[in-house]
DNA sequence: GTTGCGTTTATTTTT
DNA sequence: TAAACGCAAC
């Protein structure tokens, strides 16, 4: 694409480069292109030194994509010098440098959410044993707070009888002061953090301030207070701030992000300029009519109107199915159809369901077809127990005062320092306030434990002061890395378990996988550290690494299977879109509690624009729910899409029923007449 | 320290 | 209904 091949408000946007830009990019608008070419236009053309151009995405995709194609445009010599990151990894770079001003030390932790659990779990439980209360609804409160940029000291006063927000008040506190002494962040405090050193050391502020003279920000609608706080720091002073974003397209508002955002640019921004690019060059007009036809229902939004200069293509089907079971046959034989007479493949087909329960029937029925399907989301491969458990060691080398890791550790595998030990050593801790590590270090000295503990804890204690000694020491960190594995025996206690031999053959594998992946990091960067690569592990590579990455799984021929929330930014020339329900879609929590049926229709509209070619919408009359059938009512989004946009299909379930059971011609009639006689 | 049972909970999850 | 987790008893 050169500036020639761009419509005129794609190229006002490139041209604009002076003064803050509210880029409003529909869906399929060639978002990504015009960005590229904006960076391109500001080193190439005008002479801007790359080291002055920041970059913000939400996802590490987006920012390799993005860095990617503006090597294509520039070269890879300038494209590196641009910093083109996530919002986590900046925050994550500039608090590894400067850090020290807020009291904490640079080699911190970076704690995901099961590090988080650990310990507010552990926090609940010494502020009231037999509190009853959720833990992840304690954190999800405390995240909440953060997000808002929110201090411990800060929260208002809570409801009479409101016992989660009295929890939260008291946990809230004492988390924070755990996570310090820990020296330890959560993924909120790598913001917050950021935004308070900014404003505590207006001096490291204006440094960065001096060096990103133009500063880009990619899914603008999804950034929450504390990411706007520091993109209107970082920009404040040029003030060249190019947002780019879709308020139709926000839909994680529940995770904290703030519409307001990009509906406020311009006040926030004063004499900003607006572009809206309303050219679609992805789907058909009936699919982008139904969009606009769905989406103008919000009243809260930024007036667009998606438009095609290509042809009106198919209506837009509307299957009407019997159950969960008759949705997912009607998907498959419509793939099988696709495939046979329309010499398409499996991967242009993609199911996209509301949520992830959903996904079970239609594995089961891609399966009994032999359809190969691929499943994105789910767990991910450093959620998983043995990884984190593994992680957890390499987490406790690098900083020692990471207590959630070393207790994570302590007794795993297994050697002899059991729940009683590990007591004593935390409450002498306590008493003594000294860290964990420390007393460990000479619990001789703790008079109550037994000698036999303690020549466990000697053991362990010199196991990881001689690993220690062995990274400082540096060289090849893969290799040193599995010879500790090797050493506690990691593999040893997998196969322990009581599983089956195929189960903890996976986890071992799992396991020596990180050790790859600590191989391929060191290949893929000029300086690596143990310190470094957990990072990367912590914000970078949430994915699957290897053949079961993200990536490879949508290059492979499958049907693909996942959430709509994931499938934001994606496109597919086929899409179903199951569980066009009330109570789905939008789902009933919306309806009910927080009634933000807008961000639910933003979801459905997400999935209408994710189809190129082809879209068919799919619900069931009734539904198994939690054991037993209910009857459903279909979405009020269909409804909104005006009759003459769809094509309704019913579908006869007799027939279609006794069709899948297989059989001979008077068989399957035999079953017809039965199944209509009932 | 392990095992199994019983209780709980079922929306989405870029980092 | 089913899976996952915590707790208690062995």
């Given amino acids: 694409m050169s500036l020639q091949t761009l419509n005129p408000q794609q190229r006002e946007a490139v041209l604009h480069t002076e003064g803050p830009l509210l880029l409003l990019a529909g869906a399929g608008s060639g978002k990504t292109g015009v960005v590229t070419h904006r960076i391109a236009h500001l080193v190439g053309t005008k002479g801007v030194a790359p080291e002055q151009v920041l970059a913000v995405t939400f996802t590490n995709k987006a920012a390799r ?120 962040l959560d993924f909120d405090d790598l913001l917050m953090l950021t935004v308070r050193l900014f404003d505590e050391h207006p001096q490291v502020l204006e440094r960065y301030q001096e060096r990103f003279r133009y500063v880009m920000v990619d899914e603008y609608q999804d950034t929450n207070a504390a990411q706007f706080e520091l993109v209107r720091r970082l920009a404040g002073k040029w003030c060249n701030l190019c947002v780019v974003g879709d308020d139709d397209q926000s839909i994680y508002g529940w995770r904290g992000a703030e519409p307001g955002n990009i509906l406020d640019f ?18 058909t007009g009936n699919i982008l009519a139904a969009a606009n036809a769905v989406i103008c229902q919000n009243q809260q939004r930024k007036e667009k109107r998606l438009w095609t200069a290509g042809d009106a293509g198919d209506k837009v089907s509307l299957v ?95 050697r002899g320092i059991g729940r009683t030990t590990a007591d004593l050593l935390i409450r002498s801790s306590v008493s003594m306030q000294r860290p964990l590590w420390q007393v460990m270090r000479d619990a001789g000295a703790v008079e109550t434990i037994s000698p036999k503990a303690a020549e466990a804890i000697a053991g362990f204690v010199n196991l990881v002061e001689s690993y220690r000694k062995r990274y400082r020491t540096g060289g090849d960190l893969a290799a040193i890395t599995r010879s500790l594995f090797d050493t506690v025996g990691i593999a040893e206690e997998l196969r322990r378990a009581p599983e089956s031999r195929e189960q903890a053959d996976r986890r071992v594998e799992n396991v020596e996988e990180i050790v790859n992946a600590i191989a391929r990091y060191m290949a893929r960067e000029a300086n690596p550290t143990l310190t470094g690569f957990l990072e990367t592990v912590a914000l970078l590579d949430r994915d699957e690494p290897g053949d079961n990455s993200k990536e490879k799984k949508l290059a492979q021929d499958a049907v693909v299977l996942m959430s709509l929330h994931s499938s934001k930014g994606l496109e597919f020339p086929q899409v179903f879109l199951p ?67 769809l094509r309704p299909e019913c579908r006869d379930i007799m027939v279609s029923e006794a069709c899948d059971e297989g059989g001979s011609l008077s068989a399957m009639f035999d079953r017809v007449m039965a199944l209509k006689g009932n």
């Fill in 579 to 645: 569980g066009c329900e009330e109570g789905f879609l939008p789902h009933k929590k919306s309806v009910s509690e927080t009634y933000d049926v807008d961000e639910e229709r933003r979801l459905f509209y997400v999935g209408v624009t994710r189809a190129r070619t082809k879209l068919t919408l799919l619900h069931a009359q009734e539904r198994k729910k939690y054991g037993k059938m209910e009857p459903r009512d279909r979405s009020r989004f269909i409804d909104e899409i005006p009759q003459e946009l």
């Fill in 320 to 414: 009407t199915c019997q159950d969960a079971d008759d949705e997912a046959r009607a998907v498959v034989e419509r793939v099988h159809q696709n495939l046979l007479q329309r010499q398409m493949h499996y991967r242009d087909h993609a199911i996209l369901l509301r949520t992830n329960a959903q996904t079970l029937v239609f594995e089961q029925e891609l399966r009994l077809s032999r359809i190969p399907y691929v499943l994105i989301g789910g767990q991910q491969f450093f959620d998983r127990k043995e990884v984190r458990d593994a992680i957890a060691y390499l987490r406790f080398l690098v900083n020692p005062f990471d207590e959630v890791n070393l207790l994570r550790i302590l007794n795993y595998p297994r």
């Fill in 266 to 283: 311009e006040r926030h921004f004063p004499g900003a300029r607006v572009i809206r690019l309303e050219q679609n060059y992805r789907s």
């Fill in 65 to 184: 994509e993005m860095q990617e194609r503006v090597a294509r445009l520039v070269g890879p010599r300038q494209a590196a010098a641009i910093t083109l990151s996530t919002f986590h990894s900046l925050c994550a770079r500039i608090l590894r440098s400067d850090i020290e001003s807020l009291g904490y030390k640079r080699n911190f932790s970076i704690y995901g959410a099961s590090d988080q659990q650990h310990l507010v779990r552990d926090l609940m439980a010494a502020i009231d044993a037999d509190h009853g209360l959720n833990a992840d609804h304690i954190l999800w409160k405390i995240s909440d707070a953060k997000n808002r940029l929110i201090a411990p000291d800060r929260l208002g006063p809570c409801m009479e009888g409101d016992v989660i927000g009295a929890m939260v008040r008291r946990v809230y506190p004492e988390y924070q002061k755990s996570l310090k002494s820990y020296n330890a």
